[in-house]
């Protein structure tokens, strides 16, 4: 369903999207197509061990190989970049390509320049390295062991980062509680996966002293200055281009290690060099593993159902580096107790550096694990209690009169009706028909499953996740802002530019249509463009869910601005007070007659009859605009109180219906309902295929998707033959409705709907499954739920009972 | 390298051919890509388990793991061979109608896949499409969109003719 109960013009119109037509007729750029004059292509020598000293790296005979410009050691390389960007409080240096020592299979370890991608890696084969091989450590709990191998020997043990956060009277909710739900959990390792990889173009001029970059990273505009420190150039001197983007979810939020792999490169040879990651480098080396999670979680819970307090402890596998801190842990920390009205919580993380590729971010960003962990522990209660599921949820959801809602860590809720999306799926879903199937079919031998899962989907970060609930003293807030500018030109046509680039989102869309809705004109008139760092503003680009309600508040404080200057200009000219103006259809009208101007009559005024203009007001009409986060509140000292970090909370449940094979451990959905609430929908169509793509890989991750290593840290999913994704005849038709809550702080009370369909797709499947294998008394405690594991579940289950 | 390791060989890509010196090793994609500027075509995995890459050799789907020589004096179409006069073919029109693409990556390879497909067969089901498209990946859309989009060009394809050829637009 596609329509939207709005009352606005253009927001949430179901219209086609502006980006499409490049896309579909193969000439959007992306990285990869960038081609320069002499560019040069760079290929990486990889480890073959996950822990390794490098006693000595013989390049020789690889710089002697026609065709070869440059061949580079980690150390070597140290001459020209320096370590990559991290936002960990702690000493966890990482460089693009290895120094002294590996951390993981698949680490960079020599970079080679040739005029081919060919030649480069004929030149890898020529590379002689002698290593030391250390002790690999794979498995996390022998990571935590005291005499464990050290994966960063200045660290004073592999628990990189510990500690408990406690919000409420924890102690005494449990204490208060009639039962509590205990479960361990396991959460896999899955990673992001976009279809392009990440890489990068760079072109060094020594002669300026300035470097071009193309590269499909997205902060361009709000940590490329860090990454200009890596490659050791003034942050002025660096000009990122902003590209089409094949996918990301998470993974090319920086994409340090391509930039400065191509820029190092670029800067000996002299040559632009382009380096793009293959597959293989983009599953074993990409740093966008996500988490990879093992829980103690405990839910109170009283006789008659009502959730009181929440205990967490988490033992999450980081992998060798720490980029991004515990970012991971607390995102989830913005809803960590979901929708429902629980008083407490008490979490404590044990962040854990192994000999893997490192974490990233992956869409959810652990807030994924923590609707799933919750919802399991909500099922168990459910399970335990014996109250049906639907009914204990009902007891426990906040009410819509409980908005502006602070949560027990302190993040609010801006607003929500849960009670009312629940009962929009179950409208939907048919749960008395399909419960007549499941009876009907146990009876024939097959299985048939419900699930259901109501969640929250925080959006629209602020003061990030990245650093401030470190107990250590903080560093100030930002409200990762984004930028917008309109320019309306001398025949009228309007120009949207934007200072973040295209990541298979809709960015060109949503500001059409805010736009049109501004102006009054239609969206396909709209010209939307993107502009590189020398002339950007500040911008942070897609995640977190923020894209949309970010650009359509830029957008909305640019138009108000040349809005306030074109009535300026209209007023003067039709000799009417600016405040008996009004803009419809495209055209300035005086109120209440038939006297008015368009675009067209305004801009050419402003940008060339300068003497037609009222006294004081300059030649030109844009108006450039940056919006700040629109709420965000500073945490405690003590870190009792998070404050509001991810405030504009988006809502959702699904209602999966499956049928397993317990023969053959097919999972087959014969039914998904989906009913998301993300505020004012912008667009039905594009937040449609959001919920939809979200949901794929949320069965991805339930059913399919797991990074493993062997024992020795050998990689062992990375190829598209071992990395199982989702294809088309394992993704079923999913009915998505949308419920519309607005947010009172946001522009047209948008909120993000980007990772929806992900984080909450995980515990309505495993519930389903779990629902279906019931009769074998099964209980699911861990992703994915493959198909071996359903089948040797179901043989145990089978054994016991004989 | 020895310059009689490189072969001189014929390729007719949308209907312009080509006289070309590569080495045996160089792969179809990156002669389309690197030395026709056929950007179109895109690399998702390089090692044919994704179906980005896939453009028509005589009208059948390979892989950027062919190799170019492997083409020699054969009729390639990509993706930029599709439309015409700057006009989509029904197959785009549908895409962009279904909104079966976001961020585009994969594309190109689903629709070359997808207009095989309707060569072959002119009105596949729901079934027989999400069997047809098995081979590639798509990470953004949970391809219900992109099942759509093909019906729907399918459908737009037998009102204007029964040939699902770029040249019936």
């Known amino acids: 369903m596609t329509t939207t109960t709005n009352q606005h013009t253009w927001i949430g119109k179901d219209i086609k999207r502006h980006e499409d037509p490049a896309l579909l007729m193969g000439t959007a750029i992306y990285t990869n197509d960038v081609s320069l004059p002499g560019m040069l292509h760079a290929a990486v020598l990889r480890s073959p061990y996950a822990h390794a000293r490098i006693v000595s790296i013989d390049t020789s005979a690889a710089k002697k190989l026609p065709g070869v410009y440059a061949v580079l050691t980690g150390r070597e390389a140290t001459e020209v970049i320096g370590p990559l960007p991290a936002f960990?409080?702690?000493?966890?240096?990482?460089?693009?390509?290895?120094?002294?020592?590996?951390?993981?299979?698949?680490?960079?370890?020599?970079?080679?320049?040739?005029?081919?991608?060919?030649?480069?890696?004929?030149?890898?084969?020529?590379?002689?390295?002698?290593?030391?091989?250390?002790?690999p450590v794979i498995d996390v709990l022998e990571a935590m062991k005291p005499d464990a191998p050290k994966v960063h020997e200045n660290?004073?043990?592999?628990?990189?980062?510990?500690?408990?956060?406690?919000?409420?009277?924890?102690?005494?909710?449990?204490?208060?509680?009639?039962?509590?739900?205990?479960?361990?959990?396991?959460?896999?390792?899955?990673?992001?996966?976009?279809?392009?990889?990440?890489?990068?173009?760079?072109?060094?001029?020594?002669?300026?002293?300035?470097?071009?970059v193309w590269s499909n990273t997205n902060m361009l505009n709000y940590v490329g200055w860090l990454i200009a420190g890596t490659l050791k150039l003034p942050p002025h001197m660096v000009n990122f281009h902003p590209m089409y983007t094949g996918g990301s979810f998470g993974s090319k939020h920086v994409v340090s290690k391509a930039i400065a792999i191509a820029g190092a490169l670029s800067k000996v040879t002299g040559h632009p060099v382009k380096f793009m990651e293959d597959r293989i480098d983009n599953l074993a080396a990409n740093d966008s593993q996500a988490p990879d999670r093992i829980y103690d979680a405990q839910l109170g819970v009283t006789n008659d159902g009502k959730f009181l307090g929440l205990r967490l402890y988490t033992i999450d596998d980081y992998g060798a580096y720490f980029v991004f801190a515990i970012t991971g842990n607390t995102n989830m920390m913005s809803q960590i107790s979901g929708p429902y009205t629980?008083?407490?919580?008490?979490?404590?993380?044990?962040?854990?550096?192994?000999?893997?590729?490192?974490?990233?971010?992956?869409?959810?960003?652990?807030?994924?694990?923590?609707?799933?962990?919750?919802?399991?522990?909500?099922?168990?209660?459910?399970?335990e209690l014996g109250i049906d599921g639907i009914e204990l949820r009902r007891r426990n959801l906040i009410q819509p009169d409980q908005f502006p809602y602070k949560m027990p860590t302190g993040n609010v809720y801006d607003s929500g009706n849960y009670p009312s999306v629940l009962n929009m799926a179950l409208q939907h879903a048919d749960l008395d028909y399909w419960r007549q199937e499941q009876e009907r079919a146990r009876q024939q031998g097959r299985y048939i499953g419900i699930g259901l899962a109501t969640c929250q989907q925080r959006s629209t970060y602020s003061a990030t996740e990245f650093w401030f609930h470190n107990p250590a003293p903080a560093?100030?807030?930002?409200?990762?802002?984004?930028?917008?500018?309109?320019?309306?030109?001398?025949?009228?046509?309007?120009?949207?530019?934007?200072?973040?680039?295209?990541?298979?989102?809709?960015?060109?869309?949503?500001?059409?249509?805010?736009?049109?809705?501004?102006?009054?004109?239609?969206?396909?008139?709209?010209?939307?463009?993107?502009?590189?760092?020398?002339?950007?503003?500040?911008?942070?680009?897609?995640?977190?869910?923020?894209?949309?309600?970010?650009?359509?508040?830029?957008?909305?404080?640019?138009?108000?601005?040349?809005?306030?200057?074109?009535?300026?200009?209209?007023?003067?000219?039709?000799?009417?007070?600016?405040?008996?103006?009004?803009?419809?259809?495209?055209?300035?009208?005086?109120r209440g007659t038939e006297r008015s101007l368009s675009l067209a009559d305004i801009g050419m005024k402003a940008y060339w009859y300068k003497f037609d203009l009222p006294p004081g007001i300059e030649s030109g009409l844009e108006g450039s605009f940056t919006y700040d986060h629109p709420y965000t509140t500073p945490p405690s000292e003590d870190r009792k109180d998070l404050g509001a970090f991810y405030p504009i909370m988006s809502h959702a449940t699904h209602i999966p219906i499956v049928e397993v094979d317990i023969k053959t451990g097919e999972v087959k959905f014969l039914k998904y309902v989906a009913v998301h609430d993300v505020g004012t929908v912008v667009n039905p169509r594009s937040l449609q295929g959001q919920i939809h793509g979200g949901i794929a890989?949320?069965?991805?991750?339930?059913?399919?998707?797991?990074?493993?290593?062997?024992?020795?840290?050998?990689?062992?999913?990375?190829?598209?033959?071992?990395?199982?994704?989702?294809?088309?005849?394992?993704?079923?038709?999913?009915?998505?409705?949308?419920?519309?809550?607005?947010?009172?702080?946001?522009?047209?009370?948008?909120?993000?709907?980007?990772?929806?369909?992900?984080?909450?797709?995980?515990?309505?499947?495993?519930?389903?499954?779990e629902d279906a294998l019931a009769p074998f008394g099964i209980r699911i405690d861990e992703l994915p739920i493959t198909p071996e594991k359903i089948v040797k579940w179901v043989a145990q289950a089978q054994t016991q009972s004989s | 390298m020895q310059d009689e390791d490189f072969v001189t060989i014929r390729l007719t890509v949308n209907d312009v051919t080509h006289r070309l010196v590569v080495e045996p090793r160089r792969l179809l994609a990156d002669v389309l890509r690197e030395d026709l500027g056929l950007t179109g075509t895109n690399l998702g995995c390089e090692h044919g388990a994704c179906g980005s890459c896939t453009v028509l050799v005589d009208g059948q789907s390979v892989s950027c793991l062919m190799f170019a020589v492997q083409a020699n004096g054969h009729e390639v179409m990509t993706v930029e061979g599709l439309a015409r006069n700057g006009q989509m073919h029904p197959l785009q029109k549908a895409f962009w109608e279904q909104h079966g693409l976001q961020c585009g990556f994969c594309t190109p390879g689903f629709l070359m896949t997808a207009y095989e497909l309707l060569q072959h067969n002119p009105d596949p089901g729901e079934e027989e499409i999400r069997s047809a498209l098995s081979g590639n990946i798509c990470r953004c859309t949970g391809y219900q969109h992109i099942v759509n989009a093909v019906r729907a060009a399918a459908q737009a394809l037998a009102q204007t003719t029964a040939e699902p050829s770029g040249t019936a637009v």
């Not at chain 1, 893997?356 to 994924?368: L, T, W």
């Not at chain 1, 530019?497 to 709209?526: C, H, I, K, R, Y």
């Not at chain 1, 990074?707 to 990689?715: A, I, K, L, W």
């Open chain 1, 88 to 135: 960990c409080a702690e000493p966890v240096v990482e460089h693009a390509i290895a120094v002294e020592k590996v951390r993981y299979a698949g680490e960079a370890v020599v970079v080679v320049a040739a005029e081919s991608r060919y030649i480069a890696e004929d030149a890898l084969e020529l590379v002689q390295i002698e290593w030391e091989s250390l002790p």
């Open chain 1, 155 to 212: 660290l004073p043990s592999n628990i990189v980062f510990e500690h408990i956060f406690t919000f409420g009277d924890v102690d005494g909710d449990f204490a208060r509680a009639d039962h509590i739900i205990k479960r361990r959990l396991r959460w896999p390792r899955a990673t992001a996966a976009p279809m392009e990889p990440a890489g990068a173009v760079c072109q060094y001029d020594s002669s300026s002293g300035r470097m071009e």
């Open chain 1, 342 to 383: 629980i008083g407490s919580v008490e979490t404590g993380i044990k962040a854990v550096l192994t000999n893997k590729n490192q974490q990233g971010v992956f869409r959810g960003a652990g807030s994924d694990v923590g609707n799933w962990v919750l919802e399991r522990l909500v099922d168990a209660a459910s399970d």
């Open chain 1, 697 to 769: 890989q949320g069965i991805g991750v339930s059913l399919f998707e797991e990074v493993r290593y062997s024992p020795e840290g050998q990689n062992l999913t990375a190829t598209f033959n071992d990395y199982l994704l989702p294809t088309a005849p394992e993704v079923p038709n999913i009915e998505v409705y949308h419920h519309e809550t607005p947010s009172p702080f946001t522009a047209f009370g948008v909120k993000g709907g980007g990772e929806g369909g992900r984080m909450v797709a995980p515990p309505a499947v495993t519930r389903a499954v």
């Open chain 1, 475 to 590: 560093t100030g807030l930002t409200s990762t802002p984004e930028s917008a500018r309109i320019g309306i030109g001398p025949a009228g046509g309007i120009t949207v530019t934007l200072f973040s680039p295209f990541w298979g989102n809709s960015p060109e869309t949503v500001a059409a249509q805010v736009v049109a809705e501004e102006f009054g004109v239609d969206p396909s008139e709209v010209s939307v463009t993107y502009d590189s760092t020398y002339h950007g503003l500040p911008g942070a680009g897609p995640g977190g869910s923020r894209m949309t309600v970010m650009l359509s508040g830029a957008l909305h404080g640019a138009a108000a601005k040349i809005k306030e200057k074109m009535f300026k200009i209209a007023g003067h000219l039709l000799e009417a007070n600016p405040d008996d103006l009004v803009l419809r259809e495209g055209r300035v009208w005086v």
